[in-house]
């Protein structure tokens, strides 16, 4: 006996791997105490030729002892090499089905065909390069790829049968077709592959990238899932009715009349909020505004959490649209809305909503008799810098209006700070608290300038991946702001400070009695006093 023989025990009839030899005893895999080498007997491995492996890769003769045998992972081995065909993925499937087949025994074959047996499977081509031919099934290995993906990772269940949770009779179908056909424009496809195809191209917004053999296929596919109630079909018409795209016109009512139906079948904060903004708009009513309808649908939308539709709930009770005017309520959604894109604008998620609702908190300011000029330029230049960015990276229909009303208030908020010429004097160095959220450390930097000015330079020191690295900081003497991780304040005036060290990493900062603290936990670790602060572009520095 050696090392890596598969031994069965004479006395318990249990099998495994001897692990490792002594003079008397083993260790092996199915005990954890040494067993005699008097009792195990080495079992020699199957012998599998061309037809046993043909037999494997479809899950034939399953009830035969050999092969439940293989597939308990029983040692085997073969000198033979074997390409699978198409036709023995339609037979894999068949079977499937036939002998209820589970998530269990689907991991089993998986392990012997990939690993076990990996070298005696020929490969069976490569994939397509383009990812919808592979969506498309144009050849092969697409075609074995898509079938395997959906039936060998089904759920985490070991004991659920593979066929009640996978639409085999489908895949077989969808195989088939590929067997009589592999011309992509010829081919009849099954609503799965359909359905996949044209989800695909409208999530990742590339309908403009296909060529019009594929976005001929895109219009057919969409309209017969549609044409069956095919929720996939349903909802890709839905919102290529909704404004348009290349390929279907924009047609407000069938949107509509699709959105609606989608509803019925599930109610989605999505499809709400469409609605929501078809009704808002008066786009199916001569453009004239169906607000109760509007308001019924984003009060729907809003309660699944949806940020469009709360910050339209927002609008319409800060302009009275079908409730009483309540700028109170409005503004405390908009803050709730703000807070939260906020965050997720400065973890890279440029897709939010900041744009939308940091531009409302800058209107509703402006609107007031006696507008903070930097409260509202703040949150002006933050929505312009959120919509740059949302453009650059996504096209949403709507984004380039929501820019030009940004541009708007933009510029009525920095024509108001220049008509005033108020200079911008802070009495507590408060850009540097948002460096601290999330329970970030942040360094801080003393410098005392020959101007008399003192320099406070705040880095944060990133403990968490999973929390913004980088703020979004106004600059207001440019009337723009920045994404970055450190920030420079100068104190001015009557400057003095304490500190242990000029840089010290720090926890959180407290307003004292005329000083700013800065604290390592429970310890004060410097100390500054200031008549004011000011912070400077670094594109204009002065000192």
């Known amino acids: 006996m050696k090392v890596f023989d598969y031994v069965r025990d004479k006395e318990t009839n249990n099998e495994g791997v001897i692990i490792k030899l002594n003079k008397n005893t083993a260790h092996v895999s199915f005990s954890d105490k040494a067993v005699s080498l008097k009792s195990l007997k080495v079992i020699d491995r199957i012998e599998l030729d061309t037809k046993d492996l043909i037999k494997i890769f479809r899950i034939s003769d399953f009830n035969d002892v050999k092969y439940r045998a293989i597939f308990a992972f029983y040692p085997i081995k073969s000198n033979f090499s074997y390409k699978p065909t198409l036709y023995d993925l339609r037979n894999l499937l068949m079977n499937v089905k036939l002998f209820n087949i589970t998530q269990e025994i689907i991991t089993s074959w998986v392990y012997i065909v990939n690993f076990v047996l990996k070298d005696n499977y020929q490969e069976v081509g490569e994939p397509s390069d383009d990812k919808y031919d592979a969506y498309l099934l144009k050849n092969q290995r697409d075609v074995f790829d898509y079938v395997l993906q959906q039936i060998t990772d089904v759920s985490s269940d070991p004991q659920t049968v593979i066929s009640e949770e996978v639409d085999i009779d489908q895949l077989i179908k969808e195989v088939q077709n590929n067997i009589d056909c592999d011309d992509i424009s010829k081919k009849e496809y099954g609503d799965m592959v359909k359905a996949n195809f044209i989800s695909e191209v409208s999530d990742c917004d590339e309908l403009d990238k296909l060529d019009g053999q594929k976005r001929e296929l895109f219009k057919q596919f969409t309209l017969q899932l549609a044409q069956k109630g095919n929720l996939t079909g349903l909802e890709v018409l839905a919102y290529s009715y909704y404004g348009g795209n290349s390929v279907f016109e924009c047609d407000w009512k069938k949107s509509q009349e699709l959105l609606l139906q ?3 079948k599930s109610a989605s ?38 940020y469009e539709a709360r910050y339209k709930l927002a609008d319409m009770f800060s302009q009275g649209k079908e409730v009483v005017k309540n700028k109170y309520i409005a503004s405390n959604i908009y803050d709730e809305i703000y807070k939260e894109n906020l965050s ?8 939010c909503k900041l744009a939308d609702v940091a531009l409302r908190i800058a209107s509703i300011e402006l609107q007031k008799d006696n507008p903070d000029v930097y409260l509202a330029l703040w949150y002006a230049i933050e929505a312009k810098k959120a919509i740059e960015l949302r453009m650059e990276y996504f096209d949403f229909y709507g984004d380039k209006t929501v820019k030009e009303s940004i541009e708007k208030v933009y510029n009525s908020a920095v024509e108001l700070k220049e008509k005033r010429k108020e200079k911008l004097e802070m009495y507590f160095p408060g850009l540097i608290q948002p460096f601290y959220e999330d329970g970030q450390f942040v360094e801080i930097e003393l410098k005392m300038l020959k101007s008399g000015k003192l320099k406070i330079k705040a880095t944060q020191i ?3 991946p999973d929390v913004p690295y980088k703020r979004l900081i106004p600059i207001f003497d440019n009337n723009e702001c920045i994404l970055t991780d450190n920030i420079t304040i100068y104190g001015c005036g009557n400057v003095s400070y304490s500190c242990k060290n000029d840089k010290l990493a720090t926890t959180h900062m407290e307003k004292g009695e005329g000083t ?27 000192d």
């Open 262 to 264: 989608l509803y019925q």
């Open 269 to 306: 904060a999505t499809y709400a909020n469409s609605l929501g903004y078809i009704y808002y708009y008066g786009r199916t009513n001569n453009n004239v505004a169906q607000y109760d309808l509007a308001f019924k649908y984003f009060s729907i939308a809003a309660a699944y959490g949806n």
């Open 344 to 351: 997720l604008f400065q973890r890279g998620f440029y897709d």
């Open 462 to 464: 990133n403990r968490n």
């Open 516 to 542: 700013v603290l800065f604290y390592n936990c429970d310890e004060v670790v410097a100390e500054i006093w200031a008549d004011y602060y000011q912070i400077h572009s670094r594109k204009n520095k002065k």
